[in-house]
């Protein structure tokens, strides 16, 4: 599933390649895609200049004119790539903008998980999905006293915790084992038993890991793209996630693999120790 680093990436992408471009006509191909109705979503979005694209967390923002705003989840597979009209259409593209220059972008989702929602610009943030969103992984806005007066709160371990995106926003399963391992944090330690230490080096592991990923145009484990179809490379950067049996680039030991809150969870079983 594409993480912050991914979004970001395809965000910056497609500022290049479709920002300031006219909707001439939107087809659905897939009305599931859409939430709420889809011929209001193409009616609306006709004629509407394509203003700005922002995220929030791993969250697309097309801001459009006349105060609409797209809200789009990739979710699982979901990909935007920019064509020519003439090019054929895959099967696994859902949704086509074509823009005023001739060109189409189309979003294209293999599992159909991913959702787009027509909205009031300024209204996003009251949305199920974002109003519970964390701060930002930036130091302007996310804070060591505040992540730790929240860690003390959670009844939970720490990797649920980190992906439920109320503590920070934008880590998904690579990236939290990811930081884990940086900090020496086992994934099963209690929210509770951090201390301020671990929480800011945590904090600060946080905030410089998915700075590089983003510099390094995310991670392609499986089938990710970016808006010019290209794959991400930090996975050769990676230190734990992937690497069930390797040894630890620390201390040697053997990385290990289990389930986390259902998701497969990789860590060193010497450097990262549960506190009891």
Request: net charge positive.
């Amino acid at each position: 599933m594409p993480e912050l680093p991914e979004v970001e990436t395809v965000r910056r992408g497609l500022q290049k390649l479709v920002l300031g471009q006219k909707i001439a006509r939107v087809e659905v191909l897939y009305p599931k895609m859409i939430v709420g109705d889809a011929d209001d979503f193409k009616a609306k979005l006709t004629e509407q200049t394509l203003e700005k694209i922002e995220r929030r967390g791993k969250y697309l923002l097309f801001r459009f004119t006349n105060g609409l705003t797209v809200v789009s989840h990739l979710r699982m597979e979901g990909k935007f790539y920019v064509k020519e009209a003439t090019d054929p259409v895959d099967k696994h593209t859902h949704v086509i903008f074509d823009l005023a220059d001739g060109r189409q972008l189309r979003y294209n989702d293999v599992r159909k998980f991913g959702r787009m929602q027509l909205v009031q610009t300024g209204s996003e943030e009251k949305l199920p999905g974002l109003a519970k969103l964390g701060p930002e992984p930036v130091a302007e806005t996310f804070k060591v006293a505040d992540f730790y007066q929240k860690l003390q709160k959670k009844k939970k371990n720490i990797k649920t915790a980190l992906l439920d995106q109320t503590l920070v926003t934008g880590l998904g399963n690579i990236y939290v084992d990811e930081v884990l391992w940086q900090s020496k944090i086992h994934p099963e330690m209690s929210c509770q038993k951090l201390t301020l230490d671990q929480a800011t080096i945590l904090h600060d592991n946080i905030i410089t890991e998915l700075a590089k990923a983003i510099k390094a145009g995310g991670t392609t484990i499986r089938s990710y793209t970016d808006a010019f179809q290209k794959t991400g490379a930090f996975q050769f950067e990676l230190d734990v996630y992937g690497r069930t049996d390797e040894p630890c680039k620390r201390c040697g030991t053997k990385i290990q693999k289990i389930v986390v809150g259902q998701r497969g969870t990789h860590f060193c079983p010497h450097c990262q120790q549960v506190v009891k």
